[in-house]
């Protein structure tokens, strides 16, 4: 099911030029409407419900719905976004709550490193040898087909 906004909860990041949902969304699918300064989801069918949105949102007024087999009859499932971690606290139907509690990211805005840091043997993108091959593998060269 797809993220929606509660109207009532959103801020529209208190009319900054990009909501913070906007900013995060793999599928570029949550705008800001500049009339009500709320923010919503544009194509709700094309939502991955990855929750990223809802993560990231400071007044947690995004959720997903979640499909009937994941929180029939009542559960709900909510993260809560501190400066360095994610508390999720699911509640099932009889009641019982549990919570989760899951580092995030603290790695600045284009400062990641695509190798992990890891040296690599080859900087050829197209090569079938994938990083620290042959060393993790402990061979002396990689054999492949021809």
């Not at 913070?20 to 793999?26: F, G, I, K, S, T």
Request: aromatic content about 8%; overall charge neutral.
């Amino acid at each position: 099911m797809p993220s929606f906004v509660i109207t009532e909860k959103c801020d529209g990041c208190k009319a900054l030029d990009k909501t913070a949902c906007q900013y995060v969304c793999p599928n570029d699918l949550m705008v800001l409407n500049k009339d009500s300064m709320k923010a919503y989801n544009q194509e709700p069918e094309m939502c991955w419900e990855c929750y990223s949105c809802v993560k990231i949102c400071p007044v947690q007024a995004i959720e997903v719905r979640g499909y009937a087999d994941f929180v029939p009859m009542g559960a709900t499932v909510t993260p809560m976004r501190s400066t360095d971690a994610i508390m999720w606290t699911v509640k099932f139907r009889n009641g019982m709550l549990k919570r989760f509690k899951f580092p995030i990211r603290t790695t600045e805005e284009g400062k990641a490193v695509p190798s992990g840091g890891y040296a690599t043997a080859h900087d050829n993108l197209n090569d079938c040898i994938l990083a620290q091959e042959p060393e993790a593998l402990k061979l002396d060269k990689m054999y492949t087909l021809k």
